[in-house]
């Protein structure tokens, strides 16, 4: 059934491509053979803003897909990061900067800029076939990083020593544009349509998300390079048609990128669940079944019936309750169950035997992100079974609201309380402080002997 899913959803992606690709080509052909569609508008502020758009927007895809770089590790993710700022870093340098002060941009800063998006164009390409993942993160992205800001100092050096034997790049409307800017501008082009298919004959074997994204954002870069290929060129004071497919098409990545950075980040706090989930299966669920195991061995070797028995029972009890709270656990992480109908069965299931009665209260209000839901169902779960183990207490409450605007979780009961200094902190509110730090939250205990305890964790703003 999955293949099946992702044998559609690559169907719907080409199908995608061939409506986007027809009617960009449609209007290129006829922008291009029509030379009163040819139009360019004699407006510096507003191309100004088109490209602050582009920058702006370049930088947050670079931003975000460096941040998915840091959650997975994927080569592809770094050479999209590098990529991006390349393409960014050259507009905003060599497109933008020379205009301050009401300049215009010369032919050196023209040929830097488009040098620097072909750049960037490349390393994006080249992230269509990466493959694997980097262990060393950190330095793998700043060593990238330097590198391509090494490529641009680079770039800017060697035009600077041509000085004034470049190749002029403004053409009037009635003139062709020089040769070597059509070439440029065609390198440019051709190393978006490898990126598109790239991305697409990936999406086709992976199936992932960001990279159906990138296909349709690129083969709309695609055509705004096309578009400067086949119409006239523009000054910095003009604007023409290839400026706006530009801003359309990095509008178009950075919802995609964005999408992707949200499903990582997903992904990351199930794994972990899960991986916190089989630890304490291995030392909660294992440890009850080997004591089950152990009882049975002795009733074999003919062991007393009425003193083994008994601890047998308990045993298989406890091992069945572990493995509830696991399940449930579970249910939470992957998004089978919701979060408030989990966290009741569990009291529910906590509170069966009649030993510890627990008021639950949610407030309807409040919103958690998946990697909280996760870890408050843990906080909470770890609270209550201190109370069941230590607190020696007959009433617990749960309150998860808000207060003064924001969201906390307590946790308060009636038992024994403690003073920290004969009976310090066990292991238990160890592990709340720990997954309270992982959501970014603040930790507070409050207790004295003889007045129970109360356990306040405000969550993340």
Known sequence: MQSRDRQDAYQSLLWSEVLLLGLLGASLALFGSNASLQTVYELPELRLVLLAAVVFAGSLVAILAGVRFSVEGRRQDLLLTCGFVAASVSTLL?????????????????????????????????????????????????????????????LWGLLHTFRDDLTELVAGPAERPPATFVVTLALLAFANLVAVVGFVWRYRNEGQDLDRWLALGISVLLFAALHRVFTPLVTSEQVSQGDFLRVLAYGVLLVGVWRAIQSAEFGRAVAEERARVAREIHDGLAQYLFAVSTSASMLESGADLATTLPRLKEAAAQAQQEARFAVLA???????????????????????????????????????????????????????????????????????????????????????????????AGQGLKNIKSRTAAIGGAFALRSRPGHGTLIVVTLRA
Do not use: C, K
């Not at 215009?104 to 390409?125: F, H, K, P, S």
């Not at 020696?392 to 946790?411: D, H, K, M, S, T």
């Open 330 to 424: 579970l249910s939470s992480a992957s998004g089978t169950a919701p979060f408030d109908a989990a966290l009741r069965r569990y009291v529910e299931f906590l509170t069966a035997d009649g030993e510890l009665d627990v008021e639950l209260e949610i407030d309807g209000a409040i919103r958690l992100a998946p990697d909280e839901q996760i870890e408050v169902f843990r906080i909470v779960q770890e609270g209550l079974a201190n109370v069941r183990r230590h607190a020696g207490a007959r009433r617990a409450e749960v309150r998860i609201g808000l207060r003064g605007g924001r969201r906390y979780v307590a946790v308060r009961d009636d038992g024994t309380g403690f003073d920290g200094v004969e009976r310090p």
């Open 94 to 154: 060599f497109g933008i900067a020379p205009t301050f002060g009401g300049n215009v941009v010369g032919t050196r800063d023209a040929w830097a800029e488009v040098l620097g998006r072909l750049l960037g164009a490349v390393l994006i390409a080249a992230a269509a076939f990466a493959r694997g993942r980097v262990t060393t993160r950190d330095r793998a992205l700043r060593y990238w990083l330097v590198a391509t800001a090494l490529g641009l100092v680079l």
